[in-house]
């Protein structure tokens, strides 16, 4: 069980907003930071600052150190074979980009497929239209159920022996939806088809084990995870980054120089062109301590029963819809929503003037707005310093937001 006093690592939840203690419900936008987050970057700068691996001198070892220790911390969280597989990017985004941009333009032609959902986040679907564009390559979608899951059934009759890339979220960050990766994993591979994993909503809420879920690509995102912006990680087996070519060209990820002719420093540093991103990496690193000390199966039993109460008490409101599985033990901590009548920009403004933070609008997901048939939604996400209390505060903003345009429309 999270602790009660888990909310005293993160100073900037010690204010008021509007003139009410602040609630904040938009941890799936990005997370708030401990103070061991913080006080770890402060320390780099104060006591570190230097470029890595290129000097000799006492600084450079130090940040040298820190950088590729964090690097370690990120290997074992996710249980990767190597620190060869894991390279720092800017966050999922460029994470996903990358495998794009050298794996799909190396593995993919006219006519082949790349396969993912209705449900992607707009960084996991327009890398691959453009690369189904510029190839002649076919975009496939898998269809949803009712309630916003997938179905096996339909995944794998989507997956066919022509389909060369197979990516979806973990998690949706939407829907909640958590998707069955392991299971989808072994039907892409029976095809000869590649697993790429957006685990920007999944990673920073349960337990991630790449050897178990056998994926073939995993981006995720610093800030997510109570680390901060800026930061990421792009996650992949050894034997398919070896035979990929890097996206960006220049300082550190170079061996040798010539005039006509350039070679690569082998794994991982032939994809972090550069100065690479140095506090970013140790403030990860130190939100990697942070939330193992909690325990990730322990987060993960929170955010379930936070949304279970959230479910539970949102819907007694008359006129609330809520997207996604009802089920909490099929999707991840957050509920997404909108009130009859009233746009979910006016619901977060009020909600706001109450102290409380929840996302509105379209989530970087349109194609999920249409097939939900609205142009947007409100949403409160939760993480490891939300309480019960939280909730009952959001319930009872709801209900002011429902009264108050009541009355505006009578």
């Known amino acids: 069980m999270i602790k009660d006093d888990i909310r005293s690592y993160f100073p900037i939840l010690n204010q008021e907003i509007n003139g009410h203690p602040l609630v904040y419900l938009d941890s799936a936008a990005t997370s708030q930071k401990p103070i061991q987050v913080i006080e770890a970057i402060k320390n780099y700068y104060e006591f570190e600052n230097s470029n890595v691996h290129r000097g000799v001198h006492t600084l450079g070892n130090r940040a040298t150190d820190s950088y590729e220790g964090a690097r370690e911390k990120i290997r074992k969280f996710i249980n990767a074979n190597s620190t060869e597989e894991i390279i720092f990017t800017r966050g999922t985004t460029t994470a996903l980009n990358i495998v794009a941009q050298s794996y799909g333009r190396t593995h993919v032609g006219e006519g082949d497929e790349i396969v993912i959902t209705y449900m992607e986040h707009h960084s996991n679907l327009i890398p691959w239209q453009q690369l189904a564009k510029e190839k002649g390559a076919t975009l496939k979608y898998i269809d949803l159920e009712s309630d916003g899951t997938l179905s096996l059934e339909k995944v794998r009759a989507t997956i066919t022996d022509k389909t060369k890339i197979v990516s979806m979220a973990y998690a949706s960050n939407v829907l909640g939806t958590i998707n069955p990766i392991k299971e989808i994993t072994a039907i892409a591979h029976e095809h000869g088809a590649v697993m790429v994993v957006d685990g920007a909503q999944g990673v920073p809420h349960f337990k991630t084990d790449v050897q178990d879920l056998d994926c073939d690509f995993l981006a995720f995102s610093g ?188």
């Not at 034997?239 to 300082?251: D, H, I, Q, R, T």
């Not at 977060?348 to 989530?363: E, F, K, P, Q, Y």
């Not at 319930?395 to 009541?406: D, I, N, P």
């Open 223 to 410: 800030h997510k995870m109570c680390g901060p912006t800026g930061i990421g990680v792009l996650y992949g087996k050894k034997a398919l980054l070896e035979n990929m070519e890097p996206v960006e060209f220049g300082g550190e990820m170079i061996d040798f120089v010539g005039l006509h002719e350039s070679t690569w420093k082998e794994l991982p540093w032939k994809f972090e062109g550069g100065t690479p991103i140095i506090a970013g990496a140790i403030g990860l690193g130190a939100a990697i301590d942070f939330l193992q000390e909690i325990g990730m199966d322990t987060i993960e039993k929170h955010e379930h029963d936070l949304s279970r109460y959230a479910i539970d008490h949102m819907q007694t409101i008359k006129g609330l819809s809520i997207y996604g599985p009802q089920d909490p033990a099929k999707r991840s901590g957050l509920v997404t929503f909108n009130l009859d009548d009233v746009h979910p920009h006016d619901v977060a403004t009020v909600l706001d003037m109450n102290g409380i933070a929840v996302r509105a609008g379209h989530h970087c997901a349109q194609p999920l707005m249409k097939w939900l048939q609205c142009t947007a939604t409100a949403r409160a996400s939760f993480y490891i310093y939300n309480n019960e209390e939280d909730i009952d505060r959001l319930v009872a903003g709801l209900r002011t937001a429902k009264e108050y345009f009541a009355d505006v429309f009578e």
